[in-house]
């Protein structure tokens, strides 16, 4: 049982064309993340949005595109990715921007394959 | 930068038995998070350790925070089934405004009935 969900589930793209992730938490939450998890690699941090306002990008490339349109949704666009970028994209949130006492809740994450 | 080594990479084990992992770093560490996850869904908190040597419970799991507060280790007691999935440690990392939460690179348990 999760606050957050997050569409699709599984995703194969060619590296030409665009797509976008979805995310929703029912949580009531303020603060919403994006990550990256890739195979043999930690989880990677990638942005994170604090009352709808982007307040962290980890050095991510341009292909990938966040929007924050509301504290409860969390989109991440894509355009011309590369097969590397084949990774789950995890979403999570939390009540306030994580400082260590917030628990984040992750959704179930959209399993991306890049061909 | 700060790495976090966790080991075992994987376990394989008979139900019942007790289960231990631990993450080690040669960075100093403010917060530990163990998570678990399992197939097809995201992480999930287990337990958060704040204060160095500190022992947290959460039904069959204890947690500890190292006295150097350069390691953590979980402990599964009397594995049971549902115990399969991967684990997680995460440490955070706080001085002033630089905040990261470093990952490890996951503990994949299996239990067999």
């Known amino acids: 049982e999760t606050g957050v969900t997050q569409t699709p589930r599984h995703l194969v793209m060619g590296m030409t064309n665009k797509k976008s992730l979805k995310c929703e938490q029912h949580l009531g939450h303020n603060a919403m993340y994006w990550y990256k998890q890739s195979a043999k690699k930690p989880l990677e941090l990638m942005f994170v949005y604090n009352f709808k306002e982007q307040t962290e990008n980890n050095s991510v490339p341009s292909r990938f595109s966040p929007e924050c349109p509301n504290s409860s949704h969390l989109f991440l666009h894509l355009h011309t990715l590369q097969p590397e970028d084949s990774a789950l994209y995890l979403c999570a949130s939390s009540r306030y921007p994580w400082t260590g006492k917030e628990t984040q809740y992750f959704g179930p994450g959209t399993r991306l394959l890049v061909l | 930068g700060q790495q976090l080594n966790q080991s075992p990479q994987s376990m394989f084990i008979q139900e019942g038995e007790d289960v231990s992992m631990n993450c080690t770093s040669s960075?100093?560490?403010?917060?530990w998070l163990w998570y678990k996850q399992d197939p097809g869904e995201g992480p999930v908190l287990l337990i958060a350790l704040y204060k160095a040597g500190e022992l947290t419970s959460n039904g069959r799991l204890t947690a500890q925070f190292g006295i150097t507060r350069k390691d953590s280790f979980l402990n599964i007691s009397a594995s049971i089934p549902s115990d399969v999935g991967i684990y997680f440690c995460?440490?955070?990392?706080?001085?002033?405004?630089?905040?990261?939460?470093?990952w490890g690179l996951g503990t994949s348990l299996a239990v067999n009935p």
């Open positions: 995460a440490g955070l990392f706080n001085a002033g405004n630089n905040r990261k939460l470093i």
């Open positions: 960075s100093i560490f403010n917060t």
